[in-house]
């Protein structure tokens, strides 16, 4: 079992300023990389001050313990099988749910889940094709799309790209037979993404009317916020959002159109066999400033007042139970990686494959408050904290409903 490091300083902006460049080998350096405990952070993952309002940021940490190599030549961390397992998404499950042995992944899926991110990923097709071969995942129904007609510059520099390899490649775990498409933004900036979320609402109504929109990244709230909302609102497209990965609330997580990604820790005994989730002490949420408390949460408004909770719901985001990425173009090979950008095109996939396809985040995240505390469905993790919040029975501001249990109720 591994055991969590400790947690990092609530702000990015602060741990990139402490925090020392680490060199490390791997296909194509990133340039303002900073290393925190067992975690290397890409660019992309530090929001700087003038980002606030302007760009947006990624949600992954890179899991290198000091005197790791990057890239691995072979895969290690959470599989598509070993979390199929965890979360009930496979047909037989193996007793403990072991990180080596389990072999049976998900199957299913269908429509269309987008992948919205920043920049260019040249080898996007060719690595999710090794992702899938290795862990036994049928080949994708996938491509790729310039949100502005035209292709971006590279993402490898800014880090995007480390965060495109984990959307897609995750994203087609959960849901190996819809279709994925991976949008790519002309820049981080705000306007660049949005137009990319609005390229994929249009993606979507031209291939079927019905889908998902994952989005991995955010930024701090600011006080107008709720005009880019609409954004999130196509008829017949639910959409996702990371919660964060240091205590506190980011955009569009907040967002009473999206459903809103926390992150948990994966606990395994010394054996490998899963024992149990407890809260990533890293992880976002809280109450919005600026988003008032939607109809779906008004069974726990003694919990968050007037404003919009979050996270809805959580899945593995923890350094102490990373995922396995292959990154061929930046990295040369095998990552592990963590954070709650895991989280949120993993749970697309699987509420994409439970069939359900409501008309909108919003009656989604009905269906899925009106199962809260219904172990059938969810389970209540109801330990671990993140920041000033803890995991707790019922409902809270770390792991939302609690975590996925099979595909019924969502």
């Not at 990015?12 to 975690?39: D, E, H, P, Y």
């Not at 940490?61 to 099988?81: C, F, L, N, V």
């Not at 499950?93 to 389990?102: D, E």
Request: glycine share 12%.
């Amino acid at each position: 079992m591994r055991i969590e490091f400790a947690a990092s300083p609530a702000h990015k902006t602060l741990r990139a300023i402490i925090a020392l460049s680490m060199v490390f080998s791997c296909a194509a350096l990133l340039n303002g990389q900073v290393r925190s405990g067992n975690g290397i952070y890409p660019p992309s993952s530090i929001e700087q001050p003038a980002d606030v309002g302007v760009r947006m940021h990624t949600n992954y940490i890179i899991y290198a313990p000091a005197g790791s190599i990057i890239p691995a030549a072979q895969p290690a961390g959470e599989t598509p099988a070993s979390l199929g397992c965890v979360y009930d998404l496979v047909s037989n499950p193996i007793a403990g749910c072991p990180i080596n042995g389990t072999t049976q992944v998900p199957t299913g899926g269908s429509g269309v889940i987008v992948i919205v991110d920043a920049y260019d990923y040249p080898s996007a097709a060719a690595d999710l094709a090794t992702f899938s071969s290795t862990f036994g995942l049928p080949q994708a129904n996938f491509s790729v799309q310039y949100a502005s007609g035209r292709k971006p510059s590279n993402g490898c520099s800014s880090g995007w790209q480390g965060e495109e390899s984990l959307d897609i490649e995750w994203a087609h775990a959960m849901a190996p037979d819809a279709q994925i498409v991976l949008m790519e933004a002309s820049s981080a900036s705000n306007s660049a993404l949005y137009s990319a979320v609005t390229a994929a609402n249009s993606y979507i109504v031209a291939h079927g009317g019905k889908g998902e929109v994952s989005m991995s990244w955010g930024g701090s709230e600011t006080s107008g916020e709720s005009s880019s909302d609409h954004y999130f609102t196509q008829s017949g497209v639910v959409y996702f959002a990371s919660s964060g990965d240091s205590p506190g609330v980011i955009y569009p997580s907040s967002s009473v159109d999206v459903i809103s990604a926390g992150g948990t820790q994966v606990n395994r005994n010394s054996g490998g066999a899963y024992t149990n989730q407890t809260a990533w002490s890293d992880g976002g949420g809280g109450d919005s400033r600026y988003e008032s408390r939607p109809s779906f949460q008004s069974a726990i408004q003694s919990i968050v007042g007037t404003h919009r909770g979050t996270p809805d719901l959580a899945f593995d985001a923890s350094g102490g139970s990373p995922v396995a990425v292959y990154n061929s173009n930046c990295y040369g090979g095998w990552l592990e990686v963590y954070g709650t950008s895991v989280a949120s095109p993993s749970l697309a996939g699987i509420i994409n494959r439970a069939g359900q396809f409501k008309t909108s985040s919003n009656a989604e995240n009905t269906l899925i408050y009106s199962n809260l505390g219904f172990s059938a469905y969810f389970t209540d993790v109801t330990s671990g904290s993140c920041g000033t919040h803890s995991a707790t029975t019922g409902w809270d501001f770390c792991t939302g409903v609690g975590v996925d249990n099979g595909l019924v109720g969502k």
